[in-house]
Structures are given as structure tokens and as C-alpha cells.
């Protein structure tokens, strides 16, 4: 007659396959976040001292004079809308005129004047026409790699792809913590220090919270 297999036999096994599962989940995550957190760490580092890192904006200033064609195509109409993408032709003409990368970004159309607001990470830009005259004003600031950085750590003008990355990341992260958490319960029997170290993660942010900020 076979012999059973005692509880504590089935509960150690058990035990070894979340234990298993979860250090699996864990480095995969872990792999998957790791640049991100990095990236993130060393930004949050820089953005609590951006008022004492200094930065050095280059400016780019670019003139064009658009052809009569071009003109004639810009002339205020009745009802026009007051934001919409500038014509196919004149945003490949101002792309290759003035060497630069123009989004699809919808335009602010007044009587006077079309402009367009370029935001960026790290930086600023914005194109202006003048639409009587058809005279052509580019202009691009960059602020630096640490500024570049920074914007990303906020997602500040970065774009959808970027946006989606860090949905990704952040679903990374957690899945590390909350498996880190889990893991951290099966070793807690073992490890006394680990739920005062867990609850001091919590207790401390708490009470600068409570204390420090107003």
C-alpha cells in the first residue's frame, strides 16, 4: 500500500514552486526596468538640483523668404479655422529650406501671421510667417542633455511612443516590487529584521511627509 506524503511534505513543496515562480517574475522584471530605474534614479537626483546645476541654452535662429507661390497659398480667407497643419507643399518646402525636422503638429493661424510651437525635450522651437510678407522666422533652443533627461523622466514633450514606454516600465516596476514583497514574506520567518525594514520604508516618507511639507 503506498505511503502518503505527510502535510508538511505537500506545503514545502508548494512553497518551493512560488518561491520559484516568483524569483522568476522577479529577475524578469527586474531585467526589463533595470535602465529605466537608473535613468529615473539619476534624473530624480538632477531635478531635485536643477536649480544649482548650471546650464548653457544654445540658441539656433534661421530666416527663410518663402516663394510667391507659397505666398499667395498663405493669404487670409473668410472662416478660416484658427488652428490647423500647414499645407503639404509649404511644410516640404520649409523642411527643406531651412534643414529641420517639422511635426504634424496644427499651426495657430491668425490675419498677420501663421506660428507653430515646437516643444521638445530638452529644449524649445517655434516657426513663425509672416503672412503678407511670406518672411520666415526658425527658432531652436537646446538645454542640455541633463535638461534632456530630465524631460523624459516627466514625459514632457516626448510623444506617444515614449508614453507607452513608460506604461511598460512602470507595470515592470511593479511586478519587481510586488514580487520582491511576496519573496520578502517567505524569507520574514527566517530574517526578523525584514518587516521593521519594510515598515521603515513606509514610516519614514510618511513622517517627512507630515513633518517637512507644507
Known sequence: MPVKNPPF?????SRAYWLKTLHQWHWISSALCLIGMLLFAITGITLNHAADIAAQPQVQHKEAQLP???VTELAPQDNEPKDAVLPAELHRWLATSLDVSLPGNAAEWSPEEVYLSLPRPGGDAWLRIDRESGAVEYERTDRGWISYLNDLHK???TGLA?????DVFSVACLVFCITGLFILKFHAASRPTVWPMVGAGLVIPLLLVILFIH
Open 162 to 166: 515614449w508614453k507607452w514606454f513608460l
Open 68 to 70: 510667391p507661390e507659397l
Open 155 to 157: 514625459g514632457r514633450h
Open 9 to 13: 511534505a505537500h506545503a514545502a513543496s
